[in-house]
């Protein structure tokens, strides 16, 4: 059974950071692509970054430069550093694991960014 589990979300101020991570288990880890996407409140889930599982990192145009994934195979683990956030940044984030068709979510980490 696949398992996929976000923490680090929390309360950041306006130009902060957060370090979010997403630990997935119950298929070979090294295989798969993985990524984010967030939702904030009255909007649709948008997507915000993907790591292949060659390490190549995509971005939604609204992060880049403020976003970066990164993966470490060895622990299983996928890491969203979020720098200089703003308050459009405030939503739910969701770790995914594999490609459409057969990916899994994870519960979703609340992430608001409020002075």
């Known amino acids: 059974q696949v398992q996929v589990v976000e923490s680090g979300g929390g309360l950041a101020q306006p130009g902060g950071s957060l370090r979010l991570s997403c630990a997935a288990s119950?298929?070979?880890?090294?295989?798969?692509?993985m990524g984010w996407y967030r939702q904030a409140p009255g909007k649709q889930r948008e997507w915000v970054a993907t790591?292949?599982?060659?390490?190549?990192?995509d971005y939604a145009d609204f992060v880049k430069g403020r976003f970066t994934i990164s993966r470490d195979n060895a622990k299983n683990t996928i890491n969203l550093q979020m720098d200089s956030l703003n308050a459009e940044d405030t939503a739910v984030y969701y770790c995914?694991?594999?490609?459409?068709?057969?990916?899994?979510w994870g519960q979703g980490t609340q992430v608001t960014v409020s002075s």
């Open positions: 790591i292949t599982n060659a390490g190549r990192t």
């Open positions: 119950g298929r070979p880890f090294s295989f798969y692509i």
């Open positions: 995914y694991q594999g490609p459409p068709g057969s990916r899994s």
